[in-house]
């Protein structure tokens, strides 16, 4: 295993001394700091697997740092332990209380040190884990419903404060009852699967996909206007009809993949009140795709109304 590969943490003693640091290296790739204050500047920068304080007479800001660790943001999962020297019990319970995963003696040894930050460690991407099952649609492996909620008001709100554009496409895959119907749900997942993947490769890294539900997906679009935002949909929906599905025997199934999809977007110059009117307006976008015979990308116009013209 490589210095690269091993969990990273940032010691912070207050001594200079650097001996639990050094004691580490072996297992770790530690980063050093000399004050609980380069801890917390380290671990902001860094997102550290753990970050390891020293409390005492001599290192009076370890809890300090502590605080500041886990009432940010940006670093509130990360695990935190303290080394005390004097151990005080209730120092420690109050500790604990505000959250400190472990708060142990200077004295322990370095074996049970390791042993102690290898559970932490595996407890925080334990939590990970399970926080990001919470956010993925368990089919295609993109953001759920609930997660592009939460994404959407901070992208809306990234534009608004920045005034930039965005642009949000609510997408349909056409006729999946057909599929389901004709060749079985099985299938139907397939072709599911084949317009995710197809949408994964069509995006920019600053670009957001999540299943809405059902054959419905929504992608967001920052720096996009509706008509370049269109453009890659258009894109997307050529493409999808080229894909072909393998049935159970092994051949392509005889039908040809194809989408709808509603584009609508926010600027400085024709603003939506919310992130909510925005998914309004492309879904209603997509009705009007919808409506008009499918396979086809209908771009919201300008003042929050629904062009008639598709882009097939």
Sequence with gaps: MTARDRPRIVVAESSGAGGVGRSLEPWYDVVTTSSGKQAVAHARELSPDLVLLSAGPKESDGVGAA????????????????????????????????????????AISTRELVARIEKAIR?????????????????????????????????????????????????????????????????????????????????????????????????????????????????????????????????PIDFTLTLSAGVAGHAVDDPRPSFEALLQLSDAALYQAKRTGRDRVVVCERRSQVGAQGMA
Aim: proline share 4%; charged share 30%; with cysteine.
């Design 123 to 251: 407890e925080m991407r334990f939590r990970r884990e399970l926080a990001e099952l919470a956010r993925t649609d368990a089919l295609t492996g993109l953001a759920n419903f609930r997660a592009l909620m939460a994404r959407m008001a901070e992208e809306f709100s990234r534009a608004v404060r920045y005034e930039y554009p965005l642009s949000a496409v609510m997408i349909d895959l056409d006729h999946l009852k057909q599929i389901n119907d004709r060749f079985g749900h099985d299938i139907g997942n397939k072709a599911i699967l084949a317009l995710t993947r197809t949408l994964r490769a069509s995006l920019r890294q600053t670009d957001f996909a999540a299943r809405f539900g059902g054959d419905e997906f929504v992608v967001l679009l920052p720096h996009q206007t509706p008509s370049e935002a269109a453009v890659m949909v258009e894109r997307l929906r050529r493409t999808l009809s080229t894909v072909r599905i393998e049935g159970p025997n092994g051949r």
């Design 67 to 106: 605080v500041r660790l886990l009432c940010s943001s940006r670093t509130e999962h990360i695990p935190v332990l303290i080394l005390a020297d004097p151990y005080d019990d209730a120092d420690a319970v109050r500790c604990l209380d505000l959250g400190v995963t472990d708060y142990l003696s200077r």
